[in-house]
């Protein structure tokens, strides 16, 4: 895919999804059940993202050493780590698992 | 840039004590709001490092990740293009989903464009671009704080966003050198981090039965749909389960 096209594109669609909320008229947004959607498709997407990021190859589900650094990601946020906290003992977990040759 | 307004307890008026500065002090007020702005701005730095090497890592370059943070401008959608595009799908998937993650900006530009109240078509736009979690949460909390100062949800708003989108860009520049300087990204990890960012993100919003079953339904049905749909498209189909679960549930 190009790379610049759907940088350019997806940006264009986040900005026209901020001042939609300048321009249209309140009562379109303001349904108790629209407002509910937008946020579990989010944790839906989010949720998905997870998912496909540590268990998909190409085509496949596979358990690799995505799976175990997700599982110590989990106990980090239980105890309350942050953000950045998290996202690097992930990777040191599946990096150290793959050079030790533990894990694909 | 990545948590709701509801996760930001700062500022709210059952969290801070009672303060008696009723537009006699205008000082101090103001000098709390440029204080949390750069409190706040500062956090999402980190977050904006950790999508800056992400960005690298999942194969854009150091200018297309630094493009997404100023040209976006909203974290969750920007990593939710990063995982797509990272996990090979196509233009028309990736742009669906950051447009579907930031479709909360929407709902927070009802009530900033209460608070801001623009007045010229220029300053509408940079308000729209300037409409974030962040800057919503600050602006917000500020109306609730002091309902009769406006102007300080207005700082609150303009101070929040100017400090997140500096320390916000600056980041991501900084973690798309450093991705770069790294390496291969699979034998650092950077998949599984990709993963662990997007489970960080996701965690605040789990804090009741329904989003814990979207969530955990969203995943099943992203995952059945991997053998056989094309990369980006099976986070796309578990969007459905959020459209189905908030139309149906109450």
Do not use: E, K, L, W
């Given at each position: 895919m190009n790379g610049w096209t759907a940088v350019l594109a997806a940006s264009a669609v986040c900005f026209a999804v901020k001042l939609l909320g300048y321009v249209a008229p309140p009562r379109w947004l303001e349904r108790p059940r629209v407002a509910r959607v937008s946020a579990l498709v989010t944790v839906a997407l989010l949720a998905a993202l997870v998912a496909v990021q540590t268990a998909a190859a190409d085509r496949a589900v596979v358990v690799d050493a995505r799976v175990p650094a997700l599982a110590v990601a989990v106990l980090a946020l239980l105890l309350r780590a942050p953000f950045v906290v998290v996202v690097v003992l992930a990777a040191v977990v599946a990096g150290l698992l793959r050079a030790l040759g533990l894990a694909g | 840039m990545t948590t709701g307004p509801r996760d930001r307890r700062e500022g709210c008026p059952a969290a801070a004590?009672?303060?008696?500065?009723?537009?006699?002090?205008?000082a101090p007020a103001r000098a709390a709001v440029w204080r949390q702005s750069l409190s706040v701005g500062i956090a999402t730095g980190t977050y904006g490092l950790s999508f800056g090497a992400l960005a690298v890592g999942t194969g854009l370059s150091v200018a297309q990740a630094c493009a997404l943070s100023l040209l976006m401008f909203t974290g969750g959608s920007q990593f939710a293009f990063v995982g797509v595009v990272g996990a090979g799908g196509g233009t028309p998937a990736a742009v669906a989903t950051a447009g579907l993650v930031g479709a909360r900006n929407g709902f927070y530009g009802l009530q900033t464009s209460r608070l801001?109240?623009?007045?010229?078509w220029p300053h509408r736009l940079l308000a729209a671009q300037a409409t974030i979690d962040e800057s919503t949460a600050t602006s917000t909390a500020q109306a609730a704080l002091h309902p009769e100062r406006p102007e300080l949800a207005r700082l609150g708003f303009w101070s929040t966003a100017a400090s997140v989108f500096a320390l916000w860009n600056v980041a991501t520049l900084l973690g798309a050198l450093l991705g770069d300087a790294l390496g291969d990204p699979r034998s650092l990890g950077m998949d599984a981090a990709a993963a662990a960012a997007f489970l960080a993100l996701l965690w605040p919003r789990l804090r009741s039965a329904t989003p814990l079953t979207v969530a955990v339904a969203a995943a099943v049905v992203a995952l059945g749909c991997v053998p056989v749909l094309p990369a980006g498209a099976p986070v796309l189909v578990a969007a459905a389960v959020g459209v189905a679960a908030g139309w149906w549930t109450r």
């Open positions: - | 004590p009672a303060q008696p500065d009723t537009g006699r002090r205008p801001v109240v623009p007045r010229s």
